[in-house]
T-cell receptor, first 114, second 115 residues
Framework: DAGITQSPRYKITETGRQVTLMCHQT?????MFWYRQDLGHGLRLIYY???????DKGEVPDGYVVSRSKTENFPLTLESATRSQTSVYFC?????????????FGPGTRLTVT | GDSVTQMEGPVTLSEEAFLTINCTYTATGYPSLFWYVQYPGEGLQLLLK?????DKGSNKGFEATYRKETTSFHLEKGSVQVSDSAVYFCALSLPLSGGSYIPTFGRGTSLIVHP
């Protein structure tokens, strides 16, 4: 199906484990983003990518790693998960490089770190 | 830096009531402005947008006007329905030096509509 998908939708992991959240979009959008959503904080940008092989830090990048070898995929890795990374993670994409382009969001991954 | 301020929620209304959710922004330059809606258990989706001053965005009975003089983009709907219960996010987008752009979101306003 066309669109933006995230997997897994739910994940429980233990402190110290590595976990990778997947994001895939079928539109060939140039921009992709990772956000986390926590009560009281709204949406916070973790990393973004303007194109394949181009990534940059957002507001809260510590403890996360991203890569973008293909335009359609933008995985987010927690190298050593901590309880403070328990959150709902959203991936988004945007088609253009202009400020007027809206974002398209995936359904989210709910991550619990025990 | 750039920022978006939304009214605190939750906003609780009865069906068919008039809705206003306030949004003001601080930005250097002329941003594009957006309202996104998040239904329970889902990701955000675009509700409406405006890209220049005095533009009015509208969709599904919601509307918002880009007011440069008051740096505001308030969301309104004349008659809300139970199905409008959701979290609403105001956002702006401005180009950064170097050509990239990063949207800035408000904290979201929860709307609860009772029958």
């Amino acid at each position: 199906d066309a669109g933006i998908t995230q997997s897994p939708r739910y994940k429980i992991t233990e402190t110290g484990r590595q976990v990778t959240l997947m994001c895939h979009q079928t539109w060939s959008h140039s921009y992709m983003f990772w956000y986390r959503q926590d009560l009281g904080h709204g949406l916070r940008l973790i990393y973004y990518s303007a194109a394949a092989d181009i990534t940059d830090k957002g507001e809260v990048p510590d403890g996360y790693v991203v890569s973008r070898s293909k335009t359609e995929n933008f995985p987010l890795t927690l190298e050593s998960a901590t309880r403070s990374q328990t959150s709902v993670y959203f991936c988004a994409s945007s088609q253009g490089q202009g400020a007027s382009y809206e974002q398209y969001f995936g359904p989210g991954t709910r991550l619990t770190v025990t | 830096g750039d920022s978006v301020t939304q009214m605190e929620g939750p906003v609780t209304l009865s069906e068919e009531a008039f809705l206003t959710i306030n949004c003001t922004y601080t930005a250097t330059g002329y941003p594009s402005l957006f309202w996104y809606v998040q239904y329970p258990g889902e990701g955000l989706q675009l509700l409406l947008k405006a890209t220049k001053a005095d533009d009015k965005g509208s969709n599904k009975g919601f509307e918002a006007t880009y007011r440069k003089e008051t740096t505001s983009f308030h969301l309104e709907k004349g008659s809300v329905q139970v199905s409008d219960s959701a979290v609403y996010f105001c956002a702006l987008s401005l180009p950064l030096s170097g050509g990239s752009y990063i949207p800035t979101f408000g904290r979201g306003t929860s709307l609860i509509v009772h029958p």
